[in-house]
T-cell receptor, first 113, second 113 residues
Framework: GENVEQHPSTLSVQEGDSAVIKCTYS??????FPWYKQELGKRPQLIID?????GEKKDQRIAVTLNKTAKHFSLHITETQPEDSAVYFC????????????FGTGTRLKVLA | DGGITQSPKYLFRKEGQNVTLSCEQN?????MYWYRQDPGQGLRLIYY???????QKGDIAEGYSVSREKKESFPLTVTSAQKNPTAFYLC????????????FGPGTRLTVT
């Protein structure tokens, strides 16, 4: 079946360093790739997304890259801050047919002050 | 707070009782979803609905039931057939089509003893 693999499951970085989280998807028809951030006990919130007609998208310290040929996409956070500490989920979905996301299993990011 | 609400925030039930979790949205979204999240785990899809009076099973539908009689509402019933119902339940909604942000509610933490 369709799945999204996400790595690493945990990631610790020093404040100010960069963090990279990688996802691989199996459904070649996927064309929308959102990233969600979930703080402890809170709801997941969208932080950035990318569509298949774009290879890279950036929003301040956050960027996402997409390699459709390899079916990989990655989240890059630069100049990490303690408030970046959270669980990050990637997902993949199609624009048509079923609307459901296929979520990755999550990455717990800890930014050490 | 984001236009999607869940109630109650915390719910306690005895084993063997059915319980219904509420999810309401005023975002005029066609699609709604229910996810289950266990401690330290990812988001698992229980049921989703793309339009009123229609819904589909997700990956872990056994022991759960839903209805979608109104566009704004998508209640989830956790039945006594669900073997491990204690979890954090998240409802989400989105515009029609898979390439849209899913907006999450604040969640309901259900404890069954």
């Amino acid at each position: 079946g369709e799945n999204v693999e996400q790595h690493p499951s945990t990631l610790s970085v020093q404040e100010g360093d960069s963090a990279v989280i990688k996802c691989t998807y199996s459904d070649s028809a996927s064309n929308y790739f959102p990233w969600y951030k979930q703080e402890l006990g809170k709801r997941p919130q969208l932080i950035i997304d990318i569509r298949s007609n774009v290879g890279e998208k950036k929003d301040q310290r956050i960027a996402v890259t997409l390699n459709k040929t390899a079916k990989h996409f990655s989240l890059h956070i630069t100049e990490t801050q303690p408030e970046d500490s959270a669980v990050y989920f990637c997902a993949a979905s199609r624009a048509s047919g079923t609307y459901k996301y296929i979520f990755g299993t999550g990455t717990r990011l800890k930014v050490l002050a | 707070d984001g236009g999607i609400t869940q109630s109650p925030k915390y719910l306690f039930r005895k084993e063997g009782q059915n319980v219904t979790l509420s999810c309401e949205q005023n975002l005029n979204h066609d699609a709604m979803y229910w996810y289950r999240q266990d401690p330290g785990q990812g988001l698992r899809l229980i049921y989703y609905s793309q339009i009123v009076n229609d819904f589909q099973k997700g990956d872990i539908a056994e022991g759960y039931s839903v209805s979608r009689e109104k566009k704004e509402s998508f209640p989830l019933t956790v039945t006594s057939a669900q073997k491990n119902p204690t979890a954090f339940y998240l409802c989400a909604s989105s515009m029609a089509g898979g390439s849209h942000e899913q907006y999450f509610g604040p969640g309901t933490r259900l404890t069954v003893t």
